[in-house]
C-alpha cells in the first residue's frame, strides 16, 4: 500500500484485518489513518468511519471490522463504498459470493423462502418504535446462523419452543435476547429514524436493523459521492433541460436545489419516494422499482444497479436489476443467479 493505489492494493490484499503485511507497520498506519495513536486494533476504530468517501485506506486495512465480507443486506457498514476502488479488498466479495452459495446450497430443497424478489420498500426504512433484533456482532448460533434465519422469524415468544428455548444457543448467541420473535432484541429506539440517524449518526444508530442501516449509510455515501463530482449540479441541469424527462421547467431549480444540498436523502429515506417535496416520481413508483427506474438513473446519471465502480444494490433490488441465470455472484444473490426451476425466478 505504500506505493500502489488504494483500489489497486484491494485486488491483492487478503480479507482479514491488519493482513496487509507486518502487523506492527500496519497498526501503525492504521493509527494515521484514523488519527488515533491509541488504536491497538481495527475493534478500536468507530464504525462509522467504514462508511465515509474518504477512509478507504480503513477499509483496505479493517475490512472485516468494516463488513466488507458481508453482504448487504446481512449487516455490513460500508454502504455505498463497500467496493475494492473503495478500498474493500477483492477477497472479501469473493467470500460474499462463496457465502451465498454455501447458504443457498444448505436450504435448497427446504421450507426457506429462496425466491428472487427485491426486498419490500418498508424493509429499506426503519420508523422507530419497532423491535430490532440485537445479535449482529455475534457469529451467529451453533450452526452459525443468526436471528434473521426462518428458524427465529417463526419463533413464538410467548410459549418458547425450538430452537428459542435455547437448544442452538451458544456463547455468542441467546435467541430468547437478541431475537425479536423469540422476545428479545432492542424496543428502546423509538427517536429514531433512518432520516434522523442520516442527519446525526448516533451510537443508537447501529441498531436500527441490518437492512436499514445499510441502506441509510448506502444514501449518505451517494449523495456524499454525487456531490464530491465536479459540475454535478451542471449536469443534472443538463439532463432536465434535454427535454427528455417529464417534468415542467418550473420544477427545475427547486429540484436541482433539492438534490445538491442533499435534501433528496429524506425521500430514499422516508416513505414518501418523491423527486421534491412537491414532486413525485413521474410513474408514482417507489422502492427498488424507484431506484432502478430510468428516470431516477437519468436525473442523477447513476446506476445504482452497476457493481463497476461502488457498491450495487443488487442484493437489495435483484429482480428489478435484472438478476438472472449467468449474473455474477458477486453482487446479486445465488437464487436469482441459479434460476434452476420456477420457483428461484
Not at 71 to 76: L, N, T
Not at 279 to 286: A, E, I, K, Q
Request: include cysteine; hydrophobic fraction near 30%; aromatic fraction near 10%.
Amino acid at each position: 500500500m505504500q506505493t500502489w493505489t488504494t483500489d489497486v492494493s484491494a485486488q491483492f490484499l487478503p480479507c482479514s484485518d491488519l493482513g496487509a503485511g507486518i502487523k506492527d507497520a500496519v497498526l501503525n498506519k492504521l493509527r494515521l489513518v484514523v488519527d488515533d495513536p491509541t488504536i491497538l486494533s481495527c475493534q478500536d476504530v468507530d464504525w462509522r468511519l467504514c462508511s465515509q468517501q474518504d477512509m478507504s485506506e480503513l477499509r483496505a486495512l479493517c475490512p472485516v471490522m468494516c463488513n466488507c465480507n458481508l453482504p448487504s443486506d446481512r449487516g455490513a457498514i460500508t454502504g455505498f463504498f463497500g467496493h475494492p476502488k473503495f478500498g474493500c479488498p477483492v477477497q472479501c466479495a469473493s467470500q460474499v459470493a462463496a457465502n451465498s452459495e454455501r447458504y443457498y446450497l444448505e436450504h435448497l430443497g427446504d421450507d426457506y423462502d429462496l425466491k428472487c424478489a427485491d426486498l419490500e420498500s418498508d424493509d429499506l426504512i426503519y420508523t422507530g418504535g419497532e423491535c430490532v433484533d440485537s445479535d449482529w456482532n455475534s457469529d451467529g448460533d451453533k450452526f452459525g446462523e443468526t436471528c434473521w434465519a426462518d428458524k427465529y422469524w417463526e419463533g413464538n415468544h410467548a410459549n418458547p419452543s425450538h430452537p428459542c428455548k435455547g437448544s442452538h444457543d451458544d456463547s455468542d448467541f441467546t435467541a430468547g435476547t437478541m431475537c425479536c420473535d423469540c422476545g428479545g432484541g432492542i424496543t428502546t429506539n423509538s427517536s429514531l429514524s433512518s432520516y434522523s440517524c442520516s442527519q446525526d449518526l448516533g451510537d443508537d444508530c447501529f441498531w436500527i436493523g441490518s437492512v436499514a442501516r445499510f441502506w441509510m449509510l448506502y444514501v449518505n455515501g451517494l449523495f456524499e459521492y454525487l456531490t464530491s463530482q465536479k459540475g454535478f449540479e451542471d449536469m443534472i441541469m443538463d439532463s432536465l433541460e434535454d427535454d427528455i424527462l417529464p417534468i415542467q421547467a418550473q420544477h427545475y431549480d427547486m429540484l436541482v436545489d433539492y438534490i445538491v444540498t442533499g435534501r433528496m436523502k429524506q425521500s430514499l429515506l422516508e416513505h414518501d419516494w418523491k423527486f421534491a417535496p412537491q414532486l413525485d416520481h413521474p410513474r408514482n413508483l417507489v422502492g427498488c422499482e424507484y431506484l432502478t427506474s430510468w428516470e431516477f438513473k437519468l436525473l442523477l446519471n447513476v446506476d445504482l444497479c452497476s457493481p463497476q465502480s461502488f457498491a450495487s444494490i443488487q442484493r437489495l433490488c435483484p429482480k428489478s436489476c435484472g438478476c438472472g441465470s449467468g449474473s455474477s455472484m458477486r453482487e446479486c444473490p445465488m437464487q436469482c443467479v441459479a434460476a434452476t426451476n420456477s420457483s428461484t425466478v
